[in-house]
């Protein structure tokens, strides 16, 4: 099975460019020693807490698996996604490397007292579909510094208040996700601010890999949740991508850490914006864009070009693609809101749920029999999941768990 549609709503592509990394090719960015360092990091912030790692073992009874695993990001710092991580490291190592100091030397209290004499009063800029944003512009007002966040057409009024809510200005653009980043190129040329992307480009690479490294944060500690709960490891992964950022700092760290043993992983991608599986599809080995309105209810993966710094991470590491239609993140959303039994409920907007939409179907449906024998998913699997964002837009979220918004038609349901 190289790819197949199966379903109007799933198209699945196997990656046959996967390799045996040797000790030497695991990527050094997201070397156990680097995560440590994001994690200590954050560690300093007075409102650190690990986010919970849940056990759903209803859900896994019912879907035919050993263990579901949920690393829940929805509270994250008080935030509603994982992004933050990214972006306080991000800046932080900004202001290292101007005070010629290693992030170790440092935490957030010392970087809040001497981050004005460092960098003045130049602004972070940023383009964002939302979540990216909050961070930055949360960040920004931790250290007293001013950010300008643009965001795409259609954004959700709450994301954009969520923004300004934290003293930031906030500007909604009329095109898409990868043209607005290009307005804030241009605005940061302009007036001299720090951009802080999270994605790269020719001669933008460093900001990019720090805000990466960031999230590794969250992949430490379900490491360490696991093995605490007797799991040497998950056997599968499935990450959602918008730019592949998160998803390659997973898997690189994962890739460092569980070495021979890595667990599958599945990147999850929105029908709308999936440079990821387009580019495996076109099957060169580079990264391919993909263009277009970028229209998703997931907004977080509304992105048509990949990261080229996690590309090759994903690339060489990844088990299998797909990529969705807006009816299975709106399943999974359902399926977070609704626990079997005593199971935790966990709040997942969109791009959070991705990953248990899809997983539901691929369980559930007789269409993906080969397709879970390809995978090895079984009743001896163990697998992990990200919930990277909480109800991020309330009012889609509403929609969809009240009113039932983006229904999957009958003859694809389970
Ligand atoms: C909630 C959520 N999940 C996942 C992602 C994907 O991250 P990346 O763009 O690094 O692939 C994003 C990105 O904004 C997001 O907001």
Not at 282 to 308: F, K, W, Y
Not at 382 to 404: K, S
């Amino acid at each position: 099975m190289k790819q197949g549609k199966h379903n109007d709503m799933i198209r699945l592509l196997l990656n046959e460019r996967k390799v045996k990394l040797s000790k030497e090719d695991r990527p050094k960015i997201f070397s156990k020693k680097e995560a440590n360092k994001a994690r200590h990091f954050h560690m300093s912030f007075d409102n650190y807490k690990a986010t919970p790692l849940y056990s759903l073992d209803n859900l896994s009874k019912v879907l035919g698996v050993k263990k579901i695993f949920i690393k829940d990001e929805s509270n994250r710092f008080d935030l509603n996604a994982f992004k933050v991580l990214g972006g306080t490291y991000a800046i932080t190592k900004l202001i290292c490397e101007k005070m010629n100091k290693d992030i170790s030397e440092v935490d957030f209290n010392y970087i809040r007292k001497h981050a004005a004499e460092e960098i003045g009063n130049a602004p972070f800029i940023t383009a964002t579909d939302g979540n990216h944003g909050r961070g930055i512009a949360w960040a920004a007002n931790q250290l007293g510094q001013k950010a300008i966040v643009y965001l795409p057409m259609n954004s959700a009024k709450r994301r954009v208040e969520a923004i300004r809510e934290t003293g930031a200005e906030a500007i909604v653009t009329d095109v898409n996700y990868d043209e607005t980043v290009l307005m804030a190129i241009e605005k940061a040329k302009e007036i001299g601010g720090y951009m802080v992307q999270d994605t790269a480009w020719e001669g933008y690479t460093n900001v990019p890999t720090w805000i990466m490294q960031g999230y590794t944060t969250m992949g430490m500690e379900v490491i360490d949740q696991l093995a605490l709960q007797g799991y040497e490891r998950p056997t599968h992964v499935f990450l959602q991508a918008g730019v592949g950022g998160m998803a390659a700092a997973m898997l690189g760290l994962f890739v460092n850490v569980y070495k021979d043993k890595c667990p599958k992983a599945i990147i999850v991608e929105p029908n709308a914006a999936n440079c990821l599986f387009a580019s495996a599809e076109i099957d060169d080995g580079r990264p391919h864009n993909v263009e277009g309105d970028l229209q998703t209810i997931m907004v977080g993966l509304a992105c048509g070009v990949p990261s080229p710094i996690a590309w090759p991470i994903i690339r060489d590491n990844a088990e299998m693609y797909v990529s969705c239609d807006d009816a299975v993140a709106a399943r999974g959303v359902r399926i977070f809101a609704n626990p079997v039994g005593d199971d935790t409920k966990i709040v997942s907007g969109e791009s959070g749920a991705a990953g248990i939409g899809v997983f539901s179907l691929l369980m559930g449906l007789d269409d993906f029999d080969e397709v879970r024998k390809v995978l090895g998913l079984d009743e001896n699997s163990v697998v992990l999941f990200f919930n990277t964002e909480g109800d991020t837009d309330p009012v889609n979220y509403g929609e969809i768990i009240w009113n039932g918004k983006y229904r999957m038609p009958s003859k694809d349901q389970c």
